[in-house]
């Protein structure tokens, strides 16, 4: 298949941008198999904006069918957020793989690692590396911390990160449902504001913070903070 579109917004509405995209599927002896390439620029939905963007994924016939998926995206801002560039990669069979993704922006970088599988009703993994490095220093994850997608629910086991002594953060969580309910904890310490930066489309913050919060949310009520 070869696929162009010059004005996504005609397509889908409330988005914008160009896309072109390309790869074939086979149907063979009972399995499948396939691979694509796409590329898009000025890429604009729900308040994310990518200035260009190329994806590759292959997936092959043999047992657990393997694959392979690497995505790079440039100028990625969302809201207040921003990147200069994000990369992710994909390896492993389709049940079960790890995800990489390295994010840079203005002499700071993080990345992130995944590493799980499909159950019948669920993906279970874990958060094995969550580490950066920006003006401030290094940062980086504990320990590995359990994450579980299932029906609609999410929930994060205690994620801890440091950095400079003393900073320390710890989130944990669960969130389901349409409409959004569950809660979120987070805890932390000694944290050199400053770090947030990089990633920051206007805003600009200094100084150090410590606390901790909860929020509560459920169906139908407003959220309710704690802390």
Same mark, same amino acid.
């Given at each position: 298949? &070869?696929?162009?579109?010059?004005?996504?917004?005609?397509?889908?509405?409330? !988005?914008?941008?160009?896309?072109?995209?390309?790869?074939?599927?086979?149907? /063979?002896?009972?399995?499948?198999?396939?691979?694509?390439?796409?590329?898009?620029?000025? +890429?604009?939905? &729900?308040?994310?904006?990518? $200035?260009?963007?190329?994806?590759?994924?292959?997936?092959?016939?043999?047992?657990?069918?393997?694959?392979?998926?690497?995505? #790079?995206?440039?100028?990625?801002?969302?809201?207040?957020?921003?990147?200069? #560039?994000?990369?992710? @990669?994909? &390896?492993?069979?389709?049940?079960?793989?790890?995800?990489?993704?390295?994010?840079? #922006?203005? *002499?700071?970088?993080?990345?992130?690692?995944?590493?799980?599988? /499909?159950?019948?009703?669920?993906?279970?993994? @874990?958060?094995?590396?969550?580490?950066?490095?920006?003006?401030?220093?290094?940062?980086?994850?504990?320990?590995?911390?359990?994450?579980?997608?299932? $029906?609609?629910?999410?929930?994060?086991?205690?994620?801890?990160?440091?950095?400079?002594?003393?900073?320390?953060?710890?989130?944990?969580? @669960?969130?389901?449902?349409?409409?959004?309910?569950? #809660?979120?904890?987070?805890?932390?310490?000694?944290?050199?504001?400053?770090?947030?930066?990089?990633? +920051? !489309?206007?805003?600009?913050? !200094?100084?150090?913070?410590?606390?901790?919060?909860?929020?509560? +949310?459920?169906?139908? @009520?407003?959220?309710?903070?704690? *802390?």
């Amino acid at each position: 298949f &070869d696929a162009q579109v010059g004005d996504l917004g005609r397509l889908i509405p409330q !988005t914008a941008g160009e896309l072109r995209a390309d790869g074939w599927v086979r149907w /063979y002896d009972g399995r499948l198999d396939g691979s694509m390439t796409g590329q898009g620029r000025n +890429l604009a939905v &729900d308040g994310m904006r990518i $200035a260009a963007a190329n994806l590759t994924a292959r997936l092959g016939e043999g047992k657990g069918y393997p694959l392979h998926v690497t995505a #790079s995206l440039r100028k990625v801002v969302y809201e207040e957020f921003q990147a200069e #560039s994000v990369t992710l @990669e994909a &390896d492993g069979t389709a049940l079960r793989h790890t995800v990489n993704a390295v994010l840079h #922006s203005a *002499g700071a970088e993080a990345r992130i690692a995944l590493s799980g599988a /499909y159950s019948p009703r669920s993906w279970q993994g @874990e958060i094995v590396r969550f580490s950066g490095r920006d003006r401030v220093g290094p940062w980086s994850l504990a320990a590995p911390a359990k994450l579980t997608i299932a $029906a609609g629910r999410i929930t994060l086991a205690p994620l801890v990160v440091t950095g400079a002594t003393p900073e320390r953060i710890e989130i944990a969580g @669960e969130l389901s449902g349409e409409p959004l309910s569950g #809660s979120i904890r987070a805890a932390w310490n000694g944290m050199n504001l400053a770090r947030v930066n990089p990633w +920051l !489309t206007e805003v600009r913050v !200094t100084g150090a913070s410590a606390g901790n919060v909860q929020l509560r +949310l459920a169906a139908g @009520e407003r959220p309710a903070f704690s *802390g």
